[in-house]
């Protein structure tokens, strides 16, 4: 892989076999598409996935009806002619500060149908009385790039993106960024809202236990009540270090997830690997005797595919 020297590569023995001998399934690109997916909830062609919603269950317990957005604080970084963004997950909102902000954003939009709402994990939530029309790009698109480029379309474009550069006029004037700023702190610069829309109906599933922190499968797994033994891994290192263009933390992440390999694939009788790039990856116990499909080293592979590490990137916030 460019940017690596040889030196550097973790040796990735396991999980490159499951590449070369696991059977190959198809399902939809993106973190939370795929979790979507595996659970069975159906969503509307041409909108934004619930995402919203389905972690507003996982962090509160509220089965709330209303059309929720992720409003994901943001700090806002000038580079020429272009605002960059970036999120606070280094040095994040404290609960009073967010306060301050849901106080004054509720204030502000009072007469427009829109309330912002905190929660227990830091997480911050808007709350629409009438369901816009838009489409929403998830805050892992943005992180580092251009803001403009990922503006909401849809038919009420128009007044979102205003809401939004009327969200950074407000945020800059909250007391709360002087006094980050006095400290050398991170400020805030706005707010990101995505995954739009209204909880969806769950149905069963044959998942039970969930191992790792995830908001989004938390949520789902409250939504669709397990019937089975089965259990969900989930792995966000990989894909805050893509999201991050962190290299380092990135091999780390990959040398991980080898680790957690070796009692895995010897263990279990079925095994789905979901990447996250379209493809899932079916190990079962007779897997390993498929000698004839030959491993090949997995940073020759993405020199070949330079996409497939975007297929890393999950759904901040989630």
């Keep these: 892989m460019h940017g690596f020297e040889h030196e550097e590569q973790p040796a990735l023995p396991r999980l490159e076999m499951l590449l070369a001998r696991a059977d190959r399934l198809i399902e939809p690109v993106g973190y939370a598409s795929g979790l979507f997916e595996l659970f069975g909830i159906e969503t509307l062609a041409g909108a934004d996935l619930p995402t919203a919603a389905v972690c507003f269950l996982a962090d509160t317990g509220e089965a709330e009806q209303q059309f929720l957005l992720h409003a994901d604080p943001l700090q806002l970084l000038p580079d020429r002619d272009r605002l960059l963004a970036f999120d606070l997950d280094d040095d994040p909102l404290d609960s009073d500060e967010i306060a301050q902000l849901v106080a004054a954003f509720n204030d502000h939009f009072k007469d427009e149908g829109l309330r912002l709402r905190g929660s227990p994990a830091g997480r911050v939530y808007l709350s629409c009385d009438r369901a816009p029309s838009i489409l929403t790009q998830p805050l892992s698109a943005v992180i580092g790039r251009d803001l403009d480029r990922f503006l909401p379309g849809g038919e009420d474009q128009r007044r979102w993106r205003g809401l939004l550069n009327e969200t950074q006029m407000l945020c800059h004037s909250l007391g709360l960024n002087r006094?980050?700023?006095?400290?050398?702190?991170?400020?805030?610069?706005?707010?990101?809202?995505?995954?739009?829309?209204?909880?969806?109906p769950g149905r069963q599933v044959p998942l039970t236990r969930l191992v790792g922190d995830c908001a989004l499968s938390r949520g789902l797994l409250a939504l669709c009540p397990g019937v089975g033994g089965d259990e969900l891994i989930v792995e966000r290192a990989p894909a805050r270090a893509v999201m991050r263009a962190d290299?380092?933390?990135?091999?780390?992440?990959?040398a991980g997830l080898e680790q957690r390999l070796t009692g895995l694939l010897e263990d279990c009788e079925a095994l789905y690997v979901h990447p996250g790039n379209g493809t899932v990856y079916r190990w079962r116990s007779g897997s390993a005797r498929r000698w004839w499909r030959r491993k090949r080293p997995l940073f020759d592979c993405l020199d070949a595919n330079p996409g497939v590490p975007g297929g890393l990137q999950g759904d901040k916030g989630l």
């Design 179 to 200: 006094k980050r700023e006095s400290r050398g702190r991170s400020t805030l610069g706005g707010l990101w809202f995505s995954g739009g829309g209204t909880l969806p």
């Design 247 to 254: 290299p380092s933390a990135w091999l780390q992440a990959l």
